[in-house]
């Protein structure tokens, strides 16, 4: 369902600032081992192989204080942004009841990036046009143009975006964002790359990970540094669809993804800080980081060393206006099938993006969604 486009900020009404950038674990992630309940007696009989060691233990959790821990695969990013200060993980984060067809991965994506059930179009696409902005305003990473921007123009792949700096040293040099590459008019289609490293010398210089989130997390920061007009950002992190060898706080393939992630955002939030250092960068606006997922994971561990399909999950947010710490409703672990949907993920969604002065509340943007008008909490405006 698309709405017409309307005239740009005006009356009084600030234009959105800074740059949004969504992050999607494909796959559904485990919330259960990223926020563990340590002292949930529950737990262990839930989890006797898959379960995260209590802190203080060896591989054990971050203590989070309330009986909670932080798997320990994050230290990097939750020590790295100043223990919780910048970074908040919201808890029954999902698809709400009756909108994930059983929980099946294509209807629950489509949900989450449409915001909302059976619609034509994404939602970030009816953001920016309710906003009057265009797609200058926007950049995917991926193998095409994020599903959260249809019912934009799509436009032919972009030169080839690196982690470096060096994106004016490649063969074709990427154009002002915003911008045709060739004739320097404005773009009128979603820009969009799979970028690829072009040093790897450059990469360890920035202390980013190998790996394709890394290059899209090193290729966004070098954006928000020369473009002032870019507010949204898509990029998809695959693997989190762990029924098999899941693993604890040791190893195993969650340990492994949520290392990845965790380093990978690290390294983008001191590539950002450092930034700022120049004034030239200071006036660029906020950051924030929204990472979500189609689903959690059931609540008992399955035969395969893995867990199936569930409800609500955990998802995280980091930024400069984040209220950090644990947020939302952890299950109980005696009388709980599921771990129920507590918090829309439409919600954080919006938040993210009212934060940043856009207005998510307005004009059909999350249809059929009850929105109050004010924030979970989680995140400041600006």
Known sequence: ??????????????????????????????????VVPHEDPGYAVRRPNLGVASPGDRYGAIDMGRGLGLHPAFAPLHYGLGRTD??????????PDGNDDN???VPSREFLHQGGRDESDGWAARLLRFEGMGEEAVWSFGPGPHAMFDGLATDARQPVVSGSRAAESAAHPLAPLGHDPVSDRPSAAVRWSDARWTSHADRL?????DGQLSCALAATA???????????VAIEHEGYDTHVDQGDGRSGALTHKLEELARALTAFWDDVVRSRRNDDDRHRGPVTVVVVSEFGRALDENSSGGTEHGRGGVAIVLGDQVVGGIHGDMPSLA??????????VRRVLADATASHGFRPWRGGIFPRLSLPNRSLGLLLSP
């Open 1 to 34: 369902m698309g709405i017409p486009t309307i005239g740009a900020h005006g009356g009084g009404v600030a234009a959105p600032a800074g740059t949004l950038v969504f992050v999607n674990m494909v796959g559904g992630l485990d919330g259960l081992s990223l």
């Open 86 to 95: 910048s970074l908040a993980l919201i808890c029954g984060v999902g698809v």
């Open 103 to 105: 929980r099946n991965h």
């Open 205 to 209: 210089a920035r202390n980013y990970p």
């Open 222 to 232: 070098d954006m928000i540094r020369t473009d002032a007009a870019l507010r949204i």
């Open 335 to 344: 009388d709980q099938m599921d771990w129920p949907v507590t918090v829309d």
